[in-house]
């Protein structure tokens, strides 16, 4: 799957890194006032350390340009603080198209009820589905600008969607 990460902190990075070794092709997007956290990868590499092990993840595309990141994405998931939810949406907005999915993680805050009101004054798209996660899939610390540590893979996490009928 084609899957976009919006956000440049621990969890971003976690989760690129593992979803890249699952087989997923991920774009890795911050925007421009985020771009220092993004200089130190070098050929694309974030290594990954879970259960003592390291690996390297080579992330398909790291970028700050907004409309790259978004044109080719089958899933969207903003890994960002509650708090960043309105501008990230006012941001991505003109650029998403008619049923793009959107995963917040987390978004238990309402989240997606922020995005879907964002959106709607914003976006020409048609059918958005906004789902989010109740936490981060993992308990993670950045170890350095291009290692990620995965202290912890959480083991339920509760899902929803706006609207409710997506929920299946």
Avoid at 143 to 155: C, F, G, Q
Wanted: proline letters at 4%; hydrophobic letters at 45%; glycine letters at 4%.
């Amino acid at each position: 799957m084609r899957i976009t990460i919006i956000g440049c902190g621990n969890g971003a990075f976690a989760a690129a890194a593992d979803l890249t070794l699952r087989g997923h092709e991920i774009t890795l997007y911050a925007n421009e006032s985020h771009r220092n956290n993004f200089d130190s990868i070098h050929d694309n590499v974030i290594k990954l350390i879970n259960d003592n092990q390291v690996a390297e993840a080579r992330i398909h595309k790291i970028t700050c340009n907004t409309k790259a990141a978004l044109e080719d994405a089958e899933l969207i998931m903003p890994i960002i603080p509650a708090n960043s939810h309105e501008s990230i949406a006012i941001e991505i907005a003109p650029y998403l198209k008619d049923e793009d999915r959107i995963v917040l993680v987390p978004g238990s805050t309402g989240g997606a009820l922020v995005f879907a009101k964002i959106l709607s004054e914003y976006s020409n798209a048609k059918w958005l589905r906004i789902g989010e996660m109740h936490t981060l899939p993992y308990a993670c610390r950045k170890e350095s600008s291009d290692t990620v540590r995965i202290l912890l893979n959480v083991k339920k996490i509760f899902f929803a969607t706006f609207p409710a009928i997506y929920n299946e």
